[in-house]
């Protein structure tokens, strides 16, 4: 190859022996690191330095109050009712979908287990029939949802937004806009009650973290997800009934309000129409700075309960410092934007040619 | 042919790129003069794509160097070459649908006055750049998104052009055209040539390169294997020989006869998608492979896309081994045996960031699993087994399909049906974006299945494929089945003839 400065043919040599070294002795650190990063071990290992670094500030400005047992359970309990809504949105998020409506489904189904109704039944058989009612609701709201959404052919944003809406003032005509009490001793103190020494909620919360991990990652239902949100037209060709698949995401989804309202009313004792008020933007971020991808195709559930226990750790810390609550939203929107920055660093696909 | 007299416009040397350790280029030279065609030749994975954004300022080269006429230059982002003179026309074009013609012309360099964009300035101009291109007819005014590919084509050229540039790289753009639309793209490729501008064309058409080409570039691995090679002196054997590293003879492979009794697997049977085809009947043995001619736009991949139900038949029925179908539902089709390899493999066909066991196993996720568990394990067993069998590259189930070449996200598809366990299979352009290496494979890999009792449909735009491969020849146009026939009994040429007595009608 010498004179190429002269228009002409000019035929390479072969390769030789000594070019022909294998690529992946030659992996620069860089890049390696990288890729560790850009991994699932890395994105979790973000996520855990993250957590860290609120947890040495916590440890540092309220050291003594914030390292006692009670206030890290506390924590967990401030995270288990978002944490649950958010395993949900989750697996909306990984299928490409959004669902804006939870925290008023929320909201609702903690009305509808109260009602002077549900509750008169609970008292004459037992208190599990408030929590099937609440349950009951949830999943039935996630499935108007999911049935709008796939064979209405409505955006998911519209669907749900109207939901959001329509859930909350029904909530408000059942309710007469008043607060409802939980009658039920038995309801009340089996839901405050503690196994192990963790609170019932915290448990719920792992419960439901635990299936979300499992339908993700070891379901065929998972896998489905993910292929849906991966390219949602090449999963309709490969033969997955993609609508009646989305459909049962928002059923999900709707489930998951419905028992983060009775964990709400073993909580607060009553039931009113604000509960959950704007829960499902908490969620989305969870979810969001948790790694999942807002277009689908890519979610973790363990991501997810590291992104609630950022933003509950956050508020912890907050509190211990008597530092009010606007100062405390600032500050959750800058770690968004900034977990949404790296998220788009470091989830480029590495080695990609072509 | 070749231009001997004109400057050196652009001269590459020595370059080599590499990602996360993986060699895209390993020594590239490239010297293109101006006012030539010069088309770069290579397998897919070869590194064309990467030269390409090398010289388009996405990628810095790890090594060597670039003289700009004459002078070293760096080329740090797009905008350095655009400022050079270079533009690109990618594979995906990158027009925006939702804006005007020439609102996309101006995109990122708007013409303006205090702020305001100026409009009857953009429009004369959107006029003469399309005047130029000979599509006059295209109006500034008309949305992007309801042009057809090959007009999409032209606006991004005519945007290359209102950039005073002197060298316009097109990589793959007869992809998506039909044969006459690519004859209207030589004819602006010969117009841009004579106003001076040099044209990097990419293809692994071997005959498109006969047609427009002055000088061939031909890469493999990553290395130029040869540079400046005048194509009118350089037969297509040698070519071939370059770029696979091997001889390619018998493209096709012979075809097996089909057994007498074998049974009719697929039959459509006066299937009509209201305005667009209608009428379409034939039957498909086991064993059988038939094959749809027609142009771009002939509803070819229409008449598919219904029979497998991604499109709802306004009429007609479509049986599988004498069971009808349920009309519009794929889940019905796959559950009956049916299988489609879709015209865009990466659009519709695969889920790319997911490892390539994954999309194996995607129409058949429920039998590598017990009461909805997945057995990871049984699912890279199969996919294992497949890669082996159809010699799929790289060998490793985990890999994400994103990074395969064309033909190994073929043989992907291919394994997806064939872990199902199918019995009519659907192929729409199987070797779209495969290199000419790998073809014989794809194409060896269709005959295999046919003879181990699979009916077999193929649409592809390229009318010797469909001869080469079929039994039986049916042929397409505006939405009509104008004639069945052995593949043996017709060539190009009638198939050509028929089309065009048949559009007359």
């Known amino acids: ?113 109260t009602l002077a109704v549900t509750q008169d039944l609970a008292g004459s058989s037992h208190w599990i029939v408030m929590v099937v009612v609440a349950l009951a609701i949830g999943l039935a709201a996630g499935l108007v949802n999911g049935v709008v959404i796939s064979y209405g052919k409505v955006v998911a944003f519209m669907a749900t937004l109207a939901m959001l809406v329509a859930a909350r003032g029904l909530a408000e005509i059942l309710a007469e806009r008043r607060t409802l009490v939980v009658e039920s001793r038995g309801f009340i103190e089996f839901m405050n009650a503690d196994f192990l020494g963790v609170d019932i909620l915290i448990w719920i919360f ?49 489930l998951c309000a419905g028992i983060a309202a009775v964990m709400i009313l073993g909580r607060t004792t009553a039931g009113t129409s604000t509960h959950g008020t704007l829960y499902e933007l908490d969620a989305i971020a ?6 999942t991808l807002l277009v689908g195709g890519r979610g973790t559930v363990t991501g997810t309960v590291f992104g609630v226990l950022i933003f509950a750790t956050l508020t912890n810390v907050f509190v211990q410092n008597n530092l009010s609550s606007s100062v405390q939203a600032v500050a959750k929107g800058v770690i968004i934007v900034v977990a949404v920055l790296l998220q788009q660093r470091f989830s480029k696909p590495t080695g990609a040619r072509e | 042919m070749i231009k001997v007299d004109h400057p050196v416009l652009l001269d590459a040397r020595g370059l080599r790129k590499s990602f996360a350790g993986v060699h895209a280029l390993k020594d590239v030279s490239l010297e293109i003069l101006a006012g030539e065609v010069h088309c770069i030749l290579g397998q897919n994975g070869a590194g064309k794509s990467t030269l390409i954004k090398t010289l388009a300022g996405v990628h810095q080269p790890d090594e060597g160097e670039i003289l700009w006429l004459g002078d070293p230059v760096s ?108 004859k209207n793209l030589f004819a602006v490729v010969r117009e841009l040539t ?3 501008i040099a044209v990097v064309y990419i293809t692994h058409r071997l005959e498109e390169i006969r047609q427009i080409g002055d000088r061939i570039t031909v890469i493999k691995d990553g290395r130029s294997m040869a540079h400046g090679l005048a194509v009118a002196e350089t037969p297509t054997s040698e070519l071939i020989r370059l770029m696979t590293g091997r001889n390619v003879e018998n493209v096709f492979p012979p075809a097996v006869p089909i057994r007498d009794d074998a049974p009719v697997m697929l039959d459509v049977d006066g299937l009509q998608l209201a305005g667009v085809f209608s009428d379409v009947s034939f039957s498909v043995r086991a064993g059988e492979i038939v094959g749809l ?88 067993k199969a996919a294992r087994a497949q890669i082996e069998a159809l010699e799929l590259r790289p060998a490793d189930p985990d890999r994400a399909a994103v990074t395969l070449s064309g033909g190994n996200q073929q043989k992907i598809l291919l394994a997806r049906w064939l872990v199902h366990g199918t019995r009519v299979l659907l192929l729409d352009e199987p070797t779209r974006g495969v290199d000419v290496g790998a073809r014989t494979e794809i194409y060896a890999l269709i005959r295999r299945l046919a003879a181990e009792g699979n009916a077999i449909v193929v649409v592809s735009s390229e009318i010797e494929e469909v001869l080469g491969l079929a039994d039986t020849v049916l042929v397409v146009a505006d939405g009509r089945v104008l004639d069945s026939l052995p593949a043996s009994a017709i060539d190009e040429h009638g198939v050509l003839e028929l089309v065009m007595k048949g559009a007359a009608a």
């Not at chain 2, 050079?84 to 594979?91: E, F, V």
């Not at chain 2, 066909?349 to 996720?365: A, K, R, W």
Request: proline content about 3%; aromatic content about 4%; charged content about 15%.
């Open chain 1, 1 to 113: 190859m010498s004179e190429q400065t002269t228009p002409g043919t000019d035929i390479a040599t072969p390769p030789g022996p000594e070019t022909t070294t294998t690529s992946v002795a030659e992996i620069p650190q860089q890049s390696s690191l990288r890729r560790l990063l850009g991994g699932p071990v890395g994105r979790n290992a973000g996520l855990v330095v993250a957590l860290l670094l609120i947890v040495v500030v916590g440890a540092i400005t309220a050291g003594d109050t914030f390292f006692q047992v009670s206030n890290m359970l506390t924590i967990l309990r401030q995270a288990s009712i978002i944490g649950v809504i958010s395993v949900g949105m989750t697996l909306v998020i990984t299928a490409g979908g959004i669902d804006l409506s939870v925290g008023s489904v929320m909201g609702l189904a903690s009305i509808a287990a």
């Open chain 1, 206 to 254: 792992a419960l439901v973290a635990a299936a979300g991990w499992l339908i993700l990652n070891r379901t065929t239902f998972g896998r489905r997800t993910v292929a849906i949100g991966g390219n949602r037209e090449a999963a309709r060709l490969a033969g997955i009934d993609v609508k009646r698949h989305t459909m049962w995401l928002y059923a999900i989804a709707g």
């Open chain 1, 286 to 291: 969870a979810v969001v700075v948790g790694g």
């Open chain 2, 75 to 182: 080329i740090p982002d797009p905008q350095a070459a655009l400022e050079l003179g270079i533009a690109t026309m990618y594979q995906e074009l990158d027009v925006v649908d939702g804006l005007t013609v020439a609102e996309n012309i101006f995109l990122g360099h708007e013409l303006a006055k205090a702020g305001f964009t100026s409009r009857s300035q953009a429009h004369r101009r959107t006029k003469e750049l399309m005047q130029r291109l000979g599509h006059g007819s295209i109006s500034p005014n008309t949305e992007v998104g309801s042009l057809s590919a090959a007009n999409k084509q032209i606006v991004s050229m005519a945007r290359a052009l209102s950039h005073d540039i002197k060298l316009i790289i097109m990589d793959e753009p007869s992809a998506v055209l039909d044969s006459e639309e690519v």
């Open chain 2, 194 to 196: 004579n106003a001076g």
């Open chain 2, 293 to 380: 001619a027609g142009l771009v736009g002939s509803g070819r991949s229409e008449i598919l896309e219904t029979i497998y139900g991604a499109r709802r038949a306004t009429a007609g029925t479509v049986s599988v081994a004498g069971t009808a179908l349920r009309r519009g539902s794929v889940v019905a089709s796959v559950a009956a045996g049916m299988g489609l390899s879709p015209e865009e493999r990466k659009s519709q066909g695969l889920v790319l960031e997911e490892p390539i066991y994954v999309n194996v196993t995607l129409s058949s996720i429920s039998r590598f699993a017990r009461a909805g568990w997945l057995d990871a394990r049984a699912e890279r």
